[in-house]
Antibody, heavy 120, light 105 residues
Framework: EVKLLESGGGLVQPGGSLRLSCAAS????????MSWIRQPPGKAPEWLGV??????????EYNPSVKGRFTISRDNTQNILYLQMNTLRAEDTAIYYC???????????WGQGVMVTVSS | DTVLTQSPALAVSPGERVTISCRAS??????MHWYQQKPGQQPKLLIY???NLESGVPARFSGSGSGTDFTLTIDPVEANDTATYFC????????FGGGTKLELK
């Protein structure tokens, strides 16, 4: 059974940093692209970025809205996906999901999400 | 960015057929996918590649369309289909529609 479990969310002040983790199990982690997606409460999801699989060199792509502030990485020995978020703003407040990503850049499994609140 | 436009809400009775539309601001070929999200839950993939039913999803759900106009159909609608439905394109950087909230009468 595919499982994705995010952690690391919480309250952070504007300008601060936070690192989210996503523990993956139930599939061969290195075979899959993985994405981060966020969703402000009551709004539509927003794709943040993707990290490709082993066959594609674990390269990354980002939404321009977060490029330069957010970094996606993965630990393929422990099957963990990360999202490093810097210079956080109030508009970054959202539920953050990790999602297994198929080659067509759609998302077949999502974690339960973790809330990030940016506020003073 | 490719903008996806969805009607905000629909209300139907159980047993009826409902179509949920999604219009893209430019052609996305068949790179359109549909998700169901119930309150307090993560989105769930229903349809990928415009018309392919994801494994485990009931055959009451179907998708169609290409280019800029797409449709998700539920036939017949059941009470537990109450949810918000999002379309998502992957022709370029993934974007999502604003969602259609489906309510049962």
């Amino acid at each position: 059974e595919v499982k994705l479990l995010e952690s690391g969310g919480g309250l952070v002040q504007p300008g601060g940093s936070l690192r989210l983790s996503c523990a993956a199990s139930g599939f061969t982690f290195t075979d899959f692209y993985m994405s981060w997606i966020r969703q402000p409460p009551g709004k539509a999801p927003e794709w943040l970025g993707v990290i490709r699989n082993k066959a594609n060199g674990y390269t990354t792509e980002y939404n321009p809205s977060v490029k330069g502030r957010f970094t996606i990485s993965r630990d393929n020995t422990q099957n963990i996906l990360y999202l490093q978020m810097n210079t956080l703003r109030a508009e970054d407040t959202a539920i953050y999901y990790c999602a297994r990503t198929r080659r067509g850049h759609y998302f077949d499994y999502w974690g339960q999400g973790v809330m990030v609140t940016v506020s003073s | 960015d490719t903008v996806l436009t969805q009607s905000p809400a629909l209300a139907v009775s159980p047993g009826e057929r409902v179509t949920i539309s999604c219009r893209a601001s430019e052609s996305v070929s068949t790179r359109m996918h549909w998700y169901q999200q119930k309150p307090g839950q993560q989105p769930k993939l229903l349809i990928y590649g415009a018309s392919n039913l994801e494994s485990g999803v009931p055959a009451r759900f179907s998708g169609s369309g290409s280019g800029t106009d797409f449709t998700l159909t539920i036939d017949p609608v059941e009470a537990n289909d109450t949810a918000t439905y999002f379309c998502q394109q992957s022709w370029n950087d993934p974007t999502f529609g604003g969602g259609t909230k489906l309510e049962l009468k």
